[in-house]
């Protein structure tokens, strides 16, 4: 792992080893329960989930990349932590998400900032490498843009559905894409944020310390907030209902209806074996082949990759979309007739 | 297919993987990939794991394939059933087919065999003599058919080379055997992704799904220093040529596409696509678990090998992916078409006796343009 400096941590503080930090300067987390001075800290991290969970991004002390007191350098660090530990604490799963979402986007920023920082090198290499290191993409500077194989890029944005991320409408040379550093942040944030969100998750529990019950029980008052109802009406979406009929009627469905109606019928749950005879009336029926095919999409074969269901817009150019108004706007026939309330 | 065509079939091919092993390529890393074959008037057999060219060379003498198959993808377990399989990586696969390319050759030598009566006619939707619309279409590919597929070769290698680095060497150029090209890619950055990656890699090389901002033309705040230049790389200096021809005609032609605006900029940008952009299968590409005929065996729907091509522009598979025997056989041939093979014309026969080359009684058969007499 990549030496950091104290500014750093500030800026990455989930690439720090929260115990060791906090060892390092030589506090335990009791200390902060009891200590009225270091108490403040854990207001300071309630805060910070607080203003994560309503889906904005904390505020930190740090002034462009200094910290106008020496002091607070360590204090955004501590709150940090101390902001997981409340969380471990808490055990609230959305909580943790949307910290570590508000976390990434955070990080996000000053990832690009150090990556379009001219005057300082060491910045950008940081930056460079943290991209590197965490989510093993090379990314290399050329001229005014960032450069990273078109390998690489195609495993990163495969799941963006913006048009202009498909890898015709990027500038292509040479077996690498180019990238601004907007660009090229925001074509790791998933897994920045998956990363960030991982580290929590497998961080160990701490069990209760005292003084930090308050805030763990506004944290579990608050979670009840966030979580979803989602109602489902069971309805198909269009796309879907159409390909059933194809099929009911004897006719022929192109290859990528049956990915798609294949890849939504798993993704709802269904089996393998629920699924195979909706293709039975194809005129190229065949029991193994389908079988076989259906097996593959669903990761239980070959290379173990589950197929997700195409996007609307990957529809839309196979003619397959059949749109309604009952679509609204859905980037996914899966959202189809779900509304959250 | 009658007995007696079937065991001429078989005596031709084994005759040839008898005298030209050495034209079989054995994939690298032959161990790690699955193969399979298939016999005349039977279904595949697959998962086959093979360790070297003895172990080919025997499951042609003891099988007489009429098609031997051979995986992209590298296995831990090639022999396993496909759950099991542990896939490690793919080649990178492209298929450039005549019959994908729309030409207007295509009706001229394509014949219409009626599965109610097994009459043989021209293309057609009707069979002649029933009415049947129960029609299986054979096509005897014309010169036009390779030429207009080797252009949609040559464009492919370029893009690889050019916008992907890869190595020339690292590009395989194939005849199918029949009617097309497969083009292998070996070692490259894309060995390991999968077959949603290689889907977005079809859209890239045959233009698809590009956005008319990509090549300049916004929607608002239009400006004309955002069109691409002529020579600029990959799609936009292809785009450039295309579109404006030559760089003195570039300024006059960005008025114009300005003033039609950015929906019409969209018909453009499809345009372009449909002729510029490289016309490959692309559920060939995205398939990771496919296997592909083996370099080196022969095409059972025509006879023909599936070759190397080490020379693109020079290659005429009708007299280089021709290698069976010169003896002649008498045959009742029905081939409302001429064909070539070997730089000789033959047909059309209606419905006659005549005395041809093992090669060329061997493609009608193919073809089911004739029978053993
Ligand atoms: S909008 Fe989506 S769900 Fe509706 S028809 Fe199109 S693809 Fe299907
Ligand atoms: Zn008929
Ligand atoms: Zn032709």
């Given amino acids: 792992m990549i030496a950091l400096g104290q500014d750093e941590i500030a800026k990455y503080p989930f690439l720090a080893d929260a115990g060791q930090y906090l060892k390092d300067?030589?506090?335990?987390?009791?200390?902060?329960?009891?200590?009225?001075?270091?108490?403040?800290?854990?207001?300071?991290?309630?805060?910070?989930?607080?203003?994560?969970?309503d889906g904005k991004i904390y505020k930190s002390d740090l002034i462009g990349d200094h910290v106008s007191k020496e002091a607070a350098l360590p204090r955004e660090v501590f709150s940090f932590l101390l902001a997981i530990v409340l969380l471990k604490l808490c055990g609230m799963h959305t909580l943790i998400k949307r910290f570590a979402l508000a976390e990434a986007r955070r990080a996000e920023k000053y990832l690009e900032r150090d990556l379009s920082n001219i005057s300082d090198e060491s910045k950008k290499e940081l930056a460079i490498r943290v991209i590197d290191d965490l989510f093993s993409v090379q990314i290399e500077k050329q001229d005014d843009y960032f450069v990273i194989p078109v390998s690489d890029y195609l495993k990163h944005s495969i799941n963006f559905h913006e048009r202009e991320w498909k890898l015709i409408n990027r500038h292509v040379e040479n077996g690498l894409v180019f990238l601004t550093p907007h660009e090229t942040v925001r074509l790791i944030r998933k897994e920045l944020g998956t990363y960030i969100n991982s580290k929590i998750i497998n961080a160990k529990t701490p069990t209760m310390i005292p003084g930090f019950e308050d805030s763990v029980n506004k944290l579990s008052?608050?979670?009840?907030?966030?979580?979803?109802?989602?109602?489902?009406?069971?309805?198909?979406?269009?796309?879907?209902?159409?390909?059933?009929?194809?099929?009911?009627?004897?006719e022929n469905l192109p290859h990528s209806g049956?990915?798609?109606?294949?890849?939504?019928?798993?993704?709802?749950?269904?089996?393998?074996?629920?699924?195979?005879?909706?293709?039975?009336?194809?005129?190229?029926?065949?029991?193994?082949?389908?079988?076989?095919?259906?097996?593959?999409?669903?990761?239980?074969?070959?290379?173990?990759?589950?197929?997700?269901?195409?996007?609307c817009e990957k529809l839309k150019t196979q003619s397959l979309c059949f749109a309604t108004s009952e679509c609204d706007n859905i980037i996914n026939p899966l959202q189809f007739g779900k509304k959250r309330k | 297919m009658q007995d007696t065509d079937i065991k001429f079939l078989e005596d031709s091919f084994k005759k040839y993987y008898f005298e030209h092993f050495d034209l079989i390529h054995v994939p690298e890393r032959t161990s790690e990939r699955e193969?399979?074959?298939?016999?005349?008037?039977?279904?595949m057999t697959r998962h086959i794991q093979i360790k070297d060219d003895k172990e080919l060379h025997l499951l042609f003498m003891q099988n007489v394939p009429s098609d031997v198959y051979c995986s992209n993808a590298y296995y831990s377990f090639p022999n396993l059933p496909m759950n099991e399989k542990d896939w490690k990586e793919a080649d990178l696969i492209f298929d450039i087919d005549a019959k994908d390319l729309n030409l207007t050759c295509r009706a001229n030598h394509t014949v219409s065999i009626c599965y109610e009566c097994n009459e043989i006619s021209k293309d057609s939707n009707q069979c002649r003599k029933c009415n049947s619309t129960k029609l299986e279409k054979k096509s005897l590919p014309c010169k036009n058919c390779i030429d207009q597929s080797k252009i949609q070769v040559e464009r492919l290698s370029e893009i690889l080379?050019?916008?992907?680095?890869?190595?020339?060497?690292?590009?395989?150029?194939?005849?199918?055997?029949?009617?097309?090209?497969?083009?292998?890619?070996?070692?490259?950055?894309?060995q390991e992704i999968g077959s949603r990656e290689r889907?977005?890699?079809?859209?890239?090389?045959?233009?698809?799904?590009?956005?008319?901002?990509?090549?300049?033309?916004?929607?608002?705040?239009?400006?004309?220093?955002?069109?691409?230049?002529?020579?600029?790389?990959?799609?936009?200096?292809?785009?450039?040529?295309?579109v404006f021809g030559s760089k003195s005609k570039r300024s006059k032609i960005i008025t114009e596409l300005l003033a039609n605006g950015y929906s019409s900029f969209q018909k453009t940008l499809d345009d372009v696509s449909k002729n510029i952009g490289v016309k490959i299968d692309p559920n060939v590409t995205m398939d990771i678990h496919?296997?592909?005929?083996?370099p080196g065996s022969i095409n059972s729907k025509s006879g023909l090998t599936k070759i190397l091509c080490t020379d693109l522009t020079k290659f005429d598979p009708y007299s280089e992916a021709s290698f069976l025997s010169d003896e002649t056989i008498e045959v009742l041939a029905n081939s409302p078409i001429e064909f070539k093979l070997k730089n000789k014309k033959f047909g059309p026969y209606n419905n006659e006796k005549v005395t041809v080359p093992t090669f060329v009684a061997v493609y009608m058969i193919c073809k089911k343009l004739a029978k053993t007499a």
């Fill in chain 1, 221 to 250: 008052m608050l979670s009840k907030k966030f979580a979803t109802f989602t109602v489902t009406t069971g309805e198909y979406p269009p796309c879907i209902k159409h390909a059933i009929d194809v099929l009911e009627k004897g």
């Fill in chain 2, 35 to 43: 193969f399979g074959f298939q016999k005349f008037n039977s279904g």
């Fill in chain 1, 25 to 53: 300067q030589g506090f335990s987390l009791e200390q902060f329960g009891t200590d009225p001075d270091l108490k403040q800290l854990i207001q300071k991290a309630y805060d910070r989930i607080l203003v994560a969970a």
């Fill in chain 2, 199 to 242: 889907s977005e890699l079809t859209d890239y090389i045959s233009l698809r799904g590009a956005i008319p901002e990509t090549f300049g033309m916004r929607k608002f705040k239009q400006d004309r220093a955002a069109f691409p230049d002529f020579n600029e790389k990959g799609w936009k200096g292809r785009f450039s040529k295309y």
């Fill in chain 2, 161 to 190: 080379t050019n916008d992907f680095a890869i190595d020339k060497e690292n590009i395989h150029v194939y005849f199918s055997g029949n009617e097309g090209f497969h083009v292998y890619v070996y070692n490259s950055q894309f």
């Fill in chain 2, 290 to 294: 496919r296997i592909f005929r083996l």
């Fill in chain 1, 258 to 311: 049956r990915f798609m109606l294949a890849t939504f019928l798993l993704s709802k749950g269904q089996t393998v074996q629920q699924i195979a005879p909706l293709f039975k009336n194809a005129p190229d029926y065949n029991p193994r082949v389908t079988l076989y095919q259906l097996n593959h999409l669903a990761g239980t074969s070959g290379s173990g990759t589950q197929y997700s269901c195409p996007s």
